[in-house]
């Protein structure tokens, strides 16, 4: 059964999350803007979802890939959930293929072990 997450806060990391998908931003620059770290930002989206009964508390771990857009910007920054951040230069594309074939690696082989 979902247990609800009350009070003043849950509130107001709602109203974030709402204005952090009108904002089409990254986390790590969401959060930048919002003053808040993305540790801080994970660990209120899983409370939130496991409150709703969107997410299990046992399993918590994103499945598959997730749609990407790259911007104008020096680099491109990828945040795990486990508060790794990852910046990869643009100009170097042999490093940006190793690492995305890497996380693909990784991604497959964690879907193959059992739970």
Known sequence: MARSV???K???WRR???RFHKSRQSVAAFCREEGISPASFYLWKKRLAQ???LVSPAVNRPSGFHPVRLLAAAG????LPGGTQLVVPLSDAESLRL???TLARVD???EAQPC
């Open 16 to 18: 974030r999350f709402r």
């Open 6 to 8: 009350p009070g003043r």
């Open 76 to 79: 491109v920054d990828v945040q």
């Open 51 to 53: 409150a709703s009964g």
């Open 99 to 101: 690492v995305i074939e």
């Open 108 to 110: 497959a082989e964690r």
């Open 10 to 12: 849950a509130h107001e």
